[in-house]
């Protein structure tokens, strides 16, 4: 059996930690690098380290910036009395990749997980309610997936809300249970947008 250099096996074994790569897709993307000319290497190491050197977390919204304040947050069309709450950053691309949304977002970090020890504190729920307070939002479109975490971090926050004028939303059916809104297709969305339900 062929057993590659130790240092080529490490490469291997960094890039297999990245979400959905697989051992397999790994040694090909490791043999795919090293074989590929060295300016290339060079340039991805480069952009590698400038994201994470020069990104940061907006904060009004949490969501990645390369200032203070983030280009959608910054943006003056924005419809600034809709809020869509979505778990991860990541989870805004399918919203903007699909145009669905005209409104702001806000990240929570994560969602409740009491038996792990996440608690609103541990995300940024307090932060958000801080913002519903001071802003003049009318409706807070809760997408936070359909996993049973995702499903009581909004019910947690609607009950928050119980009170407020605020109307809350959260996406209709039709994103599978479990998975995950980045992997979500435009048509998908722009449905499960649409025919979004109150809570
Ligand atoms: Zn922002």
Do not use: W
Request: charged residues 30%; proline residues 6%.
């Amino acid at each position: 059996m062929y057993s590659s250099p130790p240092v080529l096996e490490k490469l291997v074994q960094e890039i297999s930690k990245l979400p959905g790569i697989g051992r397999k897709t790994a040694r090909r993307l490791a043999f795919h690098l090293i074989s590929g000319d060295r300016e290339k290497m060079e340039n991805l190491a480069q952009v590698l380290m400038e994201a994470k050197n020069k990104l940061v977390h907006c904060k009004l919204c949490y969501g990645f910036a390369e200032s203070e304040i983030c280009q959608i947050c910054d943006n003056p069309r924005r419809d600034r009395e809709s809020l869509c709450v979505v778990e991860r950053a990541s989870d805004i691309l399918p919203f903007e990749n699909s145009g669905v949304h005209k409104g702001l977002y806000f990240v929570l970090g994560g969602v409740l997980s009491p038996l792990d020890g996440i608690k609103p504190e541990s995300l940024h729920i307090p932060e958000l309610i801080e913002r519903l307070e001071k802003e003049n939002i009318k409706e807070l479109i809760l997408a936070l997936g359909s996993s049973p975490e995702a499903e009581s971090t909004a019910l947690y926050i609607d009950r928050v809300l119980l009170n407020s004028p605020i109307h809350r939303t959260r996406l209709a059916r039709g994103i599978p249970v479990g998975s995950d809104l980045e992997f979500i297709d435009d048509v998908t969305m722009l449905r499960a947008f649409k025919e979004r339900v109150k809570i």
